[in-house]
């Protein structure tokens, strides 16, 4: 009884707040527009009894998920967020790994600080962090001004409303997510293997490559979807700091929810997205499972 | 083969090795010995390359090695916690080594194999060390660092995890492994037992500072200090003062009990203070005083049973205990001595061991 308890809580949360947002999504985007309050039709009428639950059910169809096949706007825009996850996840994990060793290597009485001030990004809201970014990277912007001062560049560089912006945005707000993981994995690694490792010949380098770096690879892998799945359907990222020619598709769900006011295909939209993040996220518990099974 | 001069290794202001010279030959199982935090294992780090000494030179064959990192030396270490590669299967554990030399495959798999075969872990080549025994995984960790044939082995506690059975086992496969390699072996223990065993030579360590360094039975029974004797097996040792008698030392150790005689090459002054230890296999027990040297009356106060051998433990009139073992030959419940019994204890002028200090 109460095992099921134990189990019923989670579920009813996961009920409530996740499988029912989806289905209402998901019926949304089997709707036609209308210029109507909401905006779309058919719209479930049960004073008629069964046959007005069968009427609602008879409209609803796969249309808008054809239009997104026919319009190129769509799949270029999953495909660009696809890379665009991808790439900042890869320089996540190039500016994250090297953070998470320094900090695994730290004196032990170091570590908690230093973990500490990893965290401590979170404390300001994420909004007014990527507004800073704006005048950092803007022509205008602080790292403009220092590269003038300096002599590097002539003409201030253009960096905010392009690509870059977004990359450098996401790779500095997801960086704990990658550091975090990593770090926990090279933290209870036995200094002894590298010794071993040494012992039977190896230098320091290989030592790395053959040893620590597989060993630290469940959180490496933990790390990188821990950016890539939320990166995927950012939003506020790209439409701050990105330019007109960022195309993601948090981006074009966003504007044909608010700007075409087409709740049905921008359903279409999020229900997409969420199949394809359907993939990295079976795959990412699969990985934590095969840890934890390894670590038992 | 292994020469340590005048070495020194302090950690800030903490002297762990202290001025420590020593030889070990080829082919020899050396085994060091001594409490926990003597330093057994600092030693076995500069002779493997993680920590330099302080002061002081080591060679290996004639050669300094002090400033050759660990990957360049022909030195291998089986680690205390064994520290095998949880990624890599038994087979590529006992790989790693001959690999990162450049060895072409077909003779490392031959050479893994031949690894497998003496540990005899054919069987389990192909898991993760987190899927084999406590035992197979230390066979593991002796394959891997004998797979090089380096000239030098050493072994830190690399039985310290196994019950008693699986360790005797292992410690005779330890020393057939050695007799069939050729290789030298050092290995670290604080079971005095096993180190008697397995080794051809013992030293025994105390606080960075080598107390003695000799083969088993000497250690056991020549110990050149109270320390040793007391460090190695059960012992009794009485403090008193000695005089030469003839070709003997007739010890005067307490008041009311008749001398001890002891047969010894030590040069010991009149009236300086002196020791004697008795192993309490040689002291008989009898019912009745016997005719011999170093006889003593006293009553059992304790009685230690261990199936094949009992230890008595016979307190004499001036509150010393003596222990005195038998073999229990026969096989019956009954006891030939218990509890308060009078009884008499003797040995004879060549058991004990005067020691000067
Ligand atoms: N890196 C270090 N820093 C400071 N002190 C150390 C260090 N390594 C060892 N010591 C000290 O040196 C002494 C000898 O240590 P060592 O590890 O050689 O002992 P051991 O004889 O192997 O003991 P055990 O039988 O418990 O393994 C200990 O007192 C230990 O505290
Ligand atoms: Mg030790």
Redo the contacts with the bound molecule.
Sequence with gaps: MRRAIVYLIPFTWLLVLFLVPFLIVFKISLSDVALARPPYTPQLDLSQGLSGILDFVRELDFENFIFLTTDSLYWKAYLSSLKIAAVSTFLTLLVGYPMAYAMARAREDWRPTLLMLIILPFWTSFLIRVYSWMGILGTEGYLNQLLLWLGIVSTPLQILNTNWAVYIGIVYTYLPFMILPIYSQLDRLDGALLEAAEDLGCSRASAFWLVTFPLSRPGVIAGCFLVFIPTLGEFVIPSLLGGSSTLMIGKVLWEEFFSNRDWPVASAVAVVLLIILIIPIILFQKNQQKQAEAEA | MIRFENVTKR??S?V?IDNLSLDIYEREFFALL????????????MLAGFENPSEGNIELDGADIVDVPPNKRAVNMMF?SYALFPHLSVHDNIAFGLKREGMAKDKISARVAEMLRLTRLEKFASRKPHQISGGQRQRVALARSLAKAPKLLLL??PLGALDKKLREETQFELMDIQEKTGTTFVI?T?DQEEAMTVASRVAV?DA?VLKQVATPSQIYENPNSRYVADFIGDVTILEGRARKEGNRYELAWADGQPPIVAQSALEIGPGDTCYYAIRPEKVEIHHDKPEDDNVLQGKVIDIGYLGNISTYHVQLANGQTIRAQNFNTERSTQQAFTWDDTVWVNWTDRCGILLAN
């Design positions: 950690f800030g903490f762990a001594g409490p926990s935090g003597c330093g057994k294992t600092t030693m076995m780090r205390q830190d506690e670290v604080h360590m960075g």
